[in-house]
């Protein structure tokens, strides 16, 4: 996805003369985040709550009424609509060809296995031998001196 929406954002870019393309990128990745999550409930300034696949529209209506540019929104909104339509609905939905798939170099690189780091909270086995001392096994390490003793 990530490569797709940054190719997409690199042309539209270099067509349309633009200086910065950060904005743009998280719009799109912000989009599709929306379309795969769309009944999740999401909150905005002062605790405006509305459902996720209005988000990418409300923030570019926001930056409208701010005074910000809306041109580098409305661009990372249709790319991510562009991988949200050729990836998901309309291969699903409409019944289409599969247009996009994750290219095998990236599979080499970064394996698709799930679940290659275990143990989370589970606690460590112990590694205390029992050695039958004072207080269950533990090393008696004396009193020290305390501060303002001669």
Not at 43 to 56: E, Q
Not at 61 to 73: E, K, P, V
Not at 84 to 107: E, H, I, V
């Amino acid at each position: 996805m990530l490569l797709f929406n940054w190719i997409c954002i690199v042309i539209t870019g270099l067509i349309m003369d633009m200086q910065l393309l950060m904005i743009p990128m998280i719009m799109s990745v912000l989009y599709v985040w929306a379309q795969l999550n769309r009944d999740t409930i999401v909150s905005f300034w002062f605790g405006t709550r509305f459902k996720a696949c209005y988000l990418p529209w409300i923030i570019l209506g926001f930056n409208y009424i701010i005074g910000g540019s809306i041109i580098n929104d409305l661009i990372g909104n249709l790319v991510g609509h562009l991988y949200y339509f050729l990836m998901f609905k309309y291969p699903m939905d409409l019944g289409g060809r599969a247009f996009l798939s994750t290219p095998q170099f990236l599979y080499r690189f970064f394996p698709s296995r799930r679940g290659g780091v275990s143990g989370f909270g589970i606690p460590p086995p112990s590694r205390r031998l029992d050695q039958g001392g004072p207080e269950g096994g533990r090393h008696n390490w004396g009193q020290g001196f305390r501060l303002g003793q001669d």
